[in-house]
């Protein structure tokens, strides 16, 4: 059997499904797990090929590409979007930007969009003191132990944040409605040396992914066993990523966001280099 090493924040519903299913296994690959603690470890986890896949936003594999030379490819998309809102035991942006703001990098990733509010809030971005917590469960505790005031988060954090009195001062989709879902992404070195695990791995991923329509209730309720809420849970069978295609809307609201806060690489990295879904779906 097929061995492929993955690296991820918190599983997202196709690799859930697959899981619950067993439809890796069925396909004739054994998946490894690691549960990273910052986008930093996973970023170079990929490029030195500690990991085979990873599990990230579109923008940090433009930015591992860039920093790290990773040569990475998007394999697929599991996520239609990302649901991100930002938080903070202060009443308004400016106050949150006076004190430390609770990243997980100050290069990619969600931090861009709030580098958007920021401008539009007409507050220097370079100004604001930033302190590299971590992922987005690492932040949300140390939102409620005090250590930080203000952060991104996604769900089910952002519901945990705001039940503990915390405000929410911008909505992701407000700032910007096109940012994408996770994806999957590998070295395209490794792609081409292990065609056959890309393959067997993206199989029982499509599977899963057309399956959950077709049995929404025991869809949600494996998301639920895997700790998703039940409203966060239904959304996701309901919104599943046709195909697990990657959004070209998506693509292009992250190359916007780089773009405006000056991080965009020069040649800007094209989508039809970095994207390789066409070849896993034949």
Known sequence: ????????????????????????????????????????????????????????????????????????????????????????????????????????????????????????????????????????????????????????????????ALEKGLRKLWDGADLAPAYPGVVVAARAAWLRENEDSARRYMRALLEANDWAPQDPPAAAAALVAARYSEPAAKRLVAGTVPRLEPSMAGWNEVVALRRECGLLPTPEPRAEDVINYRRWIT
């Open 1 to 160: 059997m097929n061995t492929v090493k993955q690296i991820l924040f918190v599983p997202p519903a196709p690799i859930v499904w697959a899981e619950s299913r067993g439809l890796f296994a069925r396909h004739g690959v054994q998946v490894e797990t690691t549960q990273t603690l910052s986008s930093d470890q996973l970023g170079q986890g990929l490029a030195a090929g500690t990991w085979d896949v990873g599990i990230g936003v579109v923008d940090n594999i433009i930015a591992w590409n860039e920093e790290r030379k990773a040569g990475l490819q998007i394999m697929a998309q599991l996520e239609r979007n990302t649901i991100m809102a930002f938080v903070s035991t202060k009443p308004t942006l400016a106050e949150a930007a006076a004190d430390a703001v609770a990243v997980d990098s100050t290069t990619n990733g969600f931090v861009l969009v709030l580098y958007r509010a920021l401008a539009r809030a007409g507050i220097d971005r370079r100004k604001v003191r930033y302190d590299a917590v971590g992922g987005v469960r690492q932040r949300f505790e140390a939102l409620a132990a005090g250590k930080a005031s203000a952060t991104i988060l996604v769900p089910p954090f952002i519901d945990m």
